[in-house]
């Protein structure tokens, strides 16, 4: 059990990669990291080795508690502050520098999203009586939240002497008199808060693949799933779909489990003469257990004879339903090799794929994430 902020995405800690974003960013000066004593030496050791000078204060109970200690430990010469949730590592430079100019020029800035659900408020206990809101009247408040400097002291300053909670730093500011603006967010600059919300982080991978099938006699000719007409077809101990081979062995490739004689050998039975599309089907499972989507797939037919252009239409429509994609994430064309090698001289046909996938979650058959059990710290 470790503060969610320690957890890692594609090896690198939350923490870590929230503190980067602004590290990065030119206009920052100084970077105050707010852990609780139980992490807060092994915080330090984290933004050291990535040679992040950031000056790292114990919190206190509450997330307030923690900004007010963060507060009052900045250089007295800085004049905005922004106050960003460690657990959103998504923020974009874009977005940091809106905040720091619209910050500079309003004193008290916020970023937020509009709110897509309907929302409806309870009015008393167990629900007997709720309305429905406005929608176009709500927003989802997000970090980073920009303030000048004494104002936000000042704010914190008077909640810790009345003792006062709010929901943000925004509130402490509005009970001063002073006017909260609010500047457009980023939909993706969520704050992780369950093991789902890792879905954002998409790493990208590519594979290759590369097939070749002689040509023999008596057999059908299947490419991509389709039969063509033609006086012979390819040996092979399934059905010798040869384009869909390649594509096979770039999907698992990209997301580094083989090839599929490893996971379909010839010396097998139950593949004698099974559709290659079975196959893919099969293969597309194993890439989504390893938790990866196909981004996009190009792939080439490399043959004399037959012409593969009329039926281009046809592969891609049976492709991209057994990989459930759109059509336009999957490109197929022909060539000849201009009567040159075995097949310009009609010996088979070869084909090539490039594809690419994307990482849409935590791979369950690896360590890649650290469990979070209880909420931690912020930044």
Same mark, same amino acid.
């Not at 050791?45 to 007010?68: F, H, M, N, W």
């Not at 709110?115 to 009015?123: A, E, L, W």
């Not at 891609?316 to 059509?327: G, P, Q």
């Given at each position: 059990g470790i503060p969610k902020q320690y957890m890692k995405i594609n090896g690198k800690s939350i923490v870590l990669k929230t503190a980067e974003a602004f590290y990065a960013n030119p206009a920052v000066d100084t970077i105050v990291v707010v852990a609780s004593e139980d992490f807060s030496e092994r915080c330090r050791?984290?933004?050291?080795?990535?040679?992040?000078?950031?000056?790292?204060?114990?919190?206190?109970?509450?997330?307030?508690?923690?900004?007010?200690a963060g507060l009052k430990v900045l250089p007295r010469n800085m004049?905005?502050?922004l106050i960003h949730d460690a657990a959103?590592?998504?923020?974009?430079?874009e977005l940091i520098t809106r905040s720091i100019h619209e910050g500079c020029e309003k004193s008290a800035v916020i970023c937020a999203v509009p709110?897509?659900?309907?929302?409806?408020?309870?009015?008393n206990e167990g629900g007997k009586s709720s309305v429905t809101l406005n929608r176009s009247e709500l927003h989802a408040v997000q970090t980073p939240q920009a303030f000048d400097r004494n104002l936000i002291l000042a704010a914190h300053e008077k909640a810790?002497?009345?003792?006062?909670y709010g929901t943000d730093d925004a509130v402490l500011v509005e009970r001063m008199g002073v006017p909260v603006h609010i500047i457009p967010g980023d939909p993706e600059n969520i704050k992780i808060t369950t093991r789902g919300d890792l879905v954002m982080e998409k790493s990208v991978r590519a594979g290759t693949g590369f097939d070749v099938h002689a040509f023999a006699e008596g057999r059908r000719l299947v490419l991509g799933g389709v039969e063509i007409p033609f006086d012979r077809g390819l040996s092979g101990h399934s059905d010798a779909d040869v384009l869909t081979h390649a594509i096979m062995d770039a999907l698992l490739g990209a997301a580094g489990c083989g090839d599929i004689g490893r996971h379909f050998p010839d010396s097998d039975e139950q593949y004698k003469g099974i559709s290659s599309l079975l196959l893919l089907k099969n293969v597309l499972r194993r890439i989504r257990e390893k938790g990866y989507e196909i981004g996009n797939i190009d792939a080439t037919v490399i043959a004399q004879r037959p012409k593969i252009a009329p039926y281009i239409e046809k592969m *891609?429509? /049976?492709?991209?339903?057994?990989?459930? $994609? #759109?059509?336009d994430k999957l490109n197929l064309k022909g060539t000849t090799t201009e009567g040159l090698g075995f097949t310009g001289r009609e010996e088979?046909?070869?084909?090539?794929?490039?594809?690419?996938?994307?990482? *849409?979650? /935590?791979?369950?058959?690896?360590?890649? $994430? #650290?469990?979070?059990?209880h909420e931690g710290d912020g930044v």
């Open positions: 050791e984290i933004l050291k080795a990535a040679g992040i000078p950031a000056v790292v204060v114990l919190g206190g109970t509450e997330r307030q508690d923690s900004v007010y004049d905005l502050v959103r590592p998504f923020v974009t430079q709110v897509k659900d309907t929302i409806r408020m309870n009015k810790a002497k009345e003792g006062f *891609t429509d /049976a492709l991209s339903r057994v990989l459930e $994609i #759109e059509k088979g046909i070869a084909a090539q794929a490039v594809c690419v996938i994307l990482q *849409t979650h /935590a791979d369950n058959t690896a360590d890649r $994430i #650290e469990q979070n059990t």
